[in-house]
């Protein structure tokens, strides 16, 4: 199930969504916890200051907050979220209160406090016992002990979430100060069964749009995996097809991203096995037929021979030399064969040194000397002594000239020139053979250095040509990390050029 790329992307896709959903979520509903309560101890401590101002006379807290001058007789404020009633409130004066931190006023005045965000608050007394409640439960309880409680009466603000009770609360204790001495403390809570809502309420919708966005997602993901595995799967059909043999397979590109240069560099493929293929079906059939000609002929001169022909000295001499000419010719083919071979294989162990391709130009005109002078053509070697040398193997580079200069002579029109030229270009050696023959036409032009080809096949083979020669020379050439290149005009001579590194 999972060895389907369609199926990894889509799941992989969806754990991405997932993971940024939920590490998304987790985060925003933290914080805005974080915020919810923050922003209900600000209330309670909000409330516990206006709770203590309004009901203890010269109370502080901190911050402290402005109350308005009124009569203790009757009480009556409403600030924030609190409301406030009192009646027979007589407390002592000041410096009485100070000096007996005594607020037992409190307990026996007749009070109604409440608020509006069902806020519990409590007054206690320097002792932790309660004076007033707003809830009316706890008053003369001793809380003392309260962590809480015991902070706010060493002077420090606490507070406390407890969300792991049957009723989640925030407490708050708040110190009341009045000329800064401790006279009592506010201890307030506030259920959080809003809190708790919103964040469930908030919870529902997240999980409801993770729903929706994987959803979404996994469609999206579907189709996106879709578009990529398609091609993947037609280029893996194709590649079945194409090792079992069918080399005609093309593949449509859909695309110019990655995919659609896999597709390109597919059908390129195929289409270069096609014309490798091709090349060698006909270089099997090239050599069967180049084989076979001397071998023919080889057969049919010995039989000639055996039925009597061997009795007659001249017709023996005469065929023998015929079986001796064509032995020849079937030993070139074969060396011919090995050579490119060993260069397809990259095992011609070539010995390069520094040569002199002038010293080397000349050295081979000479052996041609004889044939082109039986031709009548004049060769010519244009190489100065400062000409730079070349990183080559003399006797495969000498085998090249051989050829190039074969073929000029071969066609040349008697009295004409065939130049060899020995030039320095940056970090190369560039030779050109060049002669004034007879051309070849540009239609055949791209095909020549192909093996076994020939431009006018009627004449090559009358003058004894397989159509390797040029073939092994370009080969020897790239051996030797350089090129070869043929540039001729019909009835006006052929120019081949080719490039070795520079010693």
Request: hydrophobic share 45%; charged share 25%; aromatic share 4%.
């Amino acid at each position: 199930m999972f060895s389907s790329i369609r199926t990894r992307l889509t799941i992989s896709h969806l754990a991405v969504i997932i993971v940024a959903m939920g590490l998304s979520g987790l985060l925003l509903l933290s914080l805005l916890e974080r915020y919810f309560l923050e922003a209900m101890e600000e209330s309670l401590a909000a409330q516990a200051q206006i709770t203590a101002q309004a009901l203890i006379p010269g109370a502080m807290v901190e911050p402290v907050l402005e109350m308005p001058s009124s009569a203790y007789g009757t009480i009556q404020q409403r600030q924030s979220n609190i409301w406030l009633q009192a009646q027979n409130v007589a407390p002592p004066d000041g410096e009485s209160l100070i000096r007996e931190t005594d607020l037992d006023y409190l307990a026996d005045a007749s009070l109604e406090l409440g608020t509006q965000l069902d806020t519990r608050i409590r007054l206690l007394d320097a002792n932790g016992s309660v004076l007033v409640d707003s809830r009316g439960e706890d008053q003369g309880v001793d809380l003392g002990a309260e962590e809480l409680v015991a902070q706010a009466l060493a002077g420090l603000q606490a507070s406390r979430t407890d969300q792991a009770g049957p009723e989640p609360a925030m407490y708050l204790a708040m110190p009341v100060l009045v000329d800064d001495r401790i006279v009592g403390v506010a201890y307030l809570s506030q259920p959080l069964q809003d809190v708790t809502a919103v964040l469930r309420d908030l919870r529902r919708l997240w999980l409801l749009s993770t729903a929706v966005a994987l959803t979404l997602a996994g469609v999206v993901g579907l189709l996106l995996s879709g578009a990529i595995a398609r091609p993947v799967r037609r280029l893996t059909d194709a590649a079945a097809s194409v090792a079992r043999g069918h080399l005609d397979q093309q593949v449509p590109v859909g695309s110019r991203d990655e995919l659609g240069d896999l597709s390109r560099t597919f059908n390129e493929m195929t289409a270069r096995l096609r014309a490798a293929r091709q090349m060698q079906v006909d270089f099997v059939a090239n050599v069967s037929h180049e084989l076979r000609t001397p071998l023919t002929a080889v057969k049919g001169l010995v039989e000639t021979l055996r039925a009597g022909a061997v009795d007659d000295p001249e017709v023996r001499d005469r065929f023998l030399e015929s079986v001796d000419g064509e032995t020849d010719r079937l030993i070139r083919l074969v060396k011919d064969l090995m050579i490119l071979s060993r260069a397809d294989s990259e095992v011609l162990n070539l010995q390069c040194t520094h040569l002199d391709l002038g010293a080397l130009a000349r050295e081979t005109a000479e052996q041609l000397g004889s044939q082109a002078t039986a031709k009548g053509v004049v060769l010519r070697v244009q190489a100065s002594p400062s000409a730079p040398r070349a990183l080559a193997d003399g006797d495969r580079i000498q085998q090249v000239l051989v050829n190039l200069l074969d073929n000029a002579i071969k066609y040349s029109h008697e009295g004409r020139t065939v130049t060899v030229r020995v030039d320095g270009l940056d970090s190369q050696v560039v030779v050109r053979v060049q002669d004034t023959g007879i051309g070849i036409p540009a239609e055949e032009l791209p095909r020549i250095g192909e093996r076994f080809y020939r431009a006018d096949k009627a004449r090559s083979r009358a003058r004894g040509g397989s159509g390797l020669g040029l073939a092994i020379a370009k080969a020897l050439v790239q051996a030797h990390g350089g090129e070869l290149t043929v540039d001729s005009q019909e009835g006006e001579g052929t120019t081949v050029i080719f490039t070795l590194p520079r010693a």
